[in-house]
């Protein structure tokens, strides 16, 4: 099984709709992400949260909030979606505590028409 | 600010082939380097990293020398397969401050032909 899940992997969705992406991992860490990445902008950090209690802003965070549930599942929102929000999401987790590499889930396709 | 250029894409091989992707990086401190790789359809994946100057990282075939005179962590494969077609992204952690954020180059898109 994968170490770290994303639900759904593609979407559809309207403009003004509300959406949640969901992560969930099984790496015991501490440090979760929320990325997402479009063509010729690379990958661009949303927010970011080192335990259930610490939830940070990235460099764009307008236009979503997000959810630390547990210490193994962070949510994504976009309240109202809007066209511009289409792109690749992507959740990832890190040990943090001397270890900083981070570890991607598979991704969240999604479309707002 | 911390920052990673490497070079631009895309780049074609021939199966067997000697693969290099140069990637440097602007820092203060002393960065972690990570080299991830994206299969078509797929999330990024940790292929190496290094975490003080001088480290070698390795993995399936693929190594990178963390060289903190040149700052540069460039990618190698001596003999390159199909399935490595592949984006290919080089990063940095900066250390020890900001230790969360993760700084992606551009990413290079690797084609091998059989």
């Known amino acids: 099984d994968a170490d770290v899940t994303q639900t759904p992997r593609n979407r559809i969705t309207k403009t003004g709709k509300r959406i949640m992406l969901e992560c969930s991992q099984t790496k015991g860490h501490d440090r979760m992400y929320w990325y997402r990445q479009d063509p010729g902008l690379g990958l661009r950090l949303i927010y970011y949260s080192f335990d259930v209690k610490d939830i940070n802003k990235g460099e764009i965070s307008d236009g979503y909030s997000v959810s630390r549930q547990a210490q193994a599942k962070f949510s994504l929102s976009l309240e109202s979606a809007i066209p511009n929000q289409t792109a690749l999401y992507f959740c990832?987790?890190?040990?943090?505590?001397?270890?900083?590499?981070?570890?991607f889930g598979p991704g969240t396709r999604l479309t707002v028409t | 600010g911390d920052s990673v250029t490497q070079m631009e894409g895309p780049v074609t091989l021939s199966e067997e082939a000697f693969l290099t992707i140069n990637c440097t990086y602007t820092a203060t401190g002393y960065p972690s380097l990570f080299w991830y790789v994206q299969y078509p359809g797929e999330g990024l994946q940790l292929l190496l990293k290094?975490?003080?100057?001088?480290d070698k990282g390795s993995n399936k075939g693929f190594e990178a020398t963390y060289r903190k005179e040149t700052t540069s962590f460039h990618l190698e494969k001596g003999s390159v397969q199909v399935s490595d077609s592949a984006v290919y992204f080089c990063?940095?952690?900066?250390?020890?401050?900001?230790?969360?954020?993760?700084?992606f180059g551009a990413g290079t898109t690797v084609t091998v032909r059989a």
């Open positions: 990063a940095l952690t900066p250390i020890p401050l900001n230790d969360y954020k993760l700084s």
């Open positions: 290094a975490t003080k100057a001088d």
């Open positions: 990832a987790t890190s040990p943090g505590q001397g270890a900083y590499e981070q570890y």
